[in-house]
């Protein structure tokens, strides 16, 4: 026998089942302040992320046009800082995965940009450095990005540059050690 939802509000009525007073529909609710433009523009984090965008672009068109990623330029100068990184290395230091560094450092190695040294293998470590073809194309595309990096580029005095640098430095180390 099926019971309607009618006969059930009665019988829960009759057994006084449903409270007296009716509960709000927002009660579990936590009320928040109402958004304003100002609030935005208080959230450092969401000013970060609409200042990468801009950023972002500007870096995909300068290393499109060096026909070079950002992570491929990455590599390029942590070796030219750390020569003989191996994969894992480099991958912690450019913040990709490892298992996607192999392909990675294999297409700069096809380039001629870098050179393996000693045979590889599944859980082998291999230094790579640097070719002269690599050394060349970094101090190419070093120039582009460090143009790009002027603090009148970015619409900052130098010493506001060094200061963002410092803050930016800052939030990275706090978002490794929740890692």
């Known amino acids: 026998m099926a019971i309607s939802s009618g006969d059930f509000l009665s019988c829960a009525a009759e057994w006084q089942i449903v409270p007296e007073k009716k509960v709000p529909d927002n009660i579990n ?43 491929q330029f990455g590599v390029l100068a942590q070796l030219a800082v750390s020569p003989g990184l191996t994969q894992a290395e480099l991958a912690r230091r450019v913040l990709i995965r490892p298992q996607s560094m192999g392909e990675l450092t294999g297409t700069l190695v096809d380039r001629g940009l870098l050179m393996r040294h000693g045979p590889g293998g599944r859980g082998r470590a291999v230094p790579v450095t640097l070719t002269e073809e690599g050394s060349a194309t970094l101090a190419r595309v070093g120039a582009a990005v460090r143009e790009f990096n002027d603090p009148a580029s970015l619409g900052l005095d130098p010493e506001e540059a060094r200061i963002l640098n410092g803050l930016l430095h800052k939030l990275i180390a706090a978002q490794r050690s929740k890692a």
């Open 29 to 71: 609710r936590v009320t928040e302040p109402e958004w304003t433009a100002d609030t935005l523009a208080s959230l450092p984090a969401w000013t970060l992320v609409q200042a990468y965008h801009g950023v972002a672009q500007g870096f995909t068109e300068l290393f499109s046009a060096q026909r070079m990623t950002p992570v």
